[in-house]
């Protein structure tokens, strides 16, 4: 069993930055895969970022250059750094563990707005 909980969220001016974390509990951190994934009314959930439990990365198209995700094992923690945020960007982000089975957190908001 894994337990996620992510903070981090909230209201952002267009082109500011936030940055989220994910604080993962009850497994094997260092060889899991853990991502953020994220969803907008109406759309389906997309891959955001990804990390492998090597170190290796993964980005989605749209915020390939703007997003950066990176791992803390020390601290079973996974990160989610945005900058230059842009309106398209909101949504609800969620945290997700891949230790063979997928786990998931509760989401955090997001809202890029003027």
């Known amino acids: 069993q894994v337990q996620l909980v992510e903070s981090g969220g909230g209201l952002v001016q267009p082109g500011g930055s936030l940055t989220l974390s994910c604080a993962a509990s009850g497994s094997d951190f260092r060889r899991s895969g853990m991502g953020w994934y994220r969803q907008a009314p109406g759309k389906q959930r997309e891959l955001v970022a990804a990390?492998?439990?090597?170190?290796?990365?993964k980005y989605g198209d749209s915020v390939k250059g703007r997003f950066t995700i990176s791992r803390d094992n020390a601290k079973n923690t996974v990160y989610l750094q945005m900058n230059n945020l842009k309106p398209e960007d909101t949504a609800v982000y969620y945290c997700n563990a891949n230790t063979g089975y997928s786990y998931w957190g509760q989401g955090t908001q997001v809202t890029v707005s003027s």
């Open positions: 990390v492998s439990g090597s170190g290796s990365t």
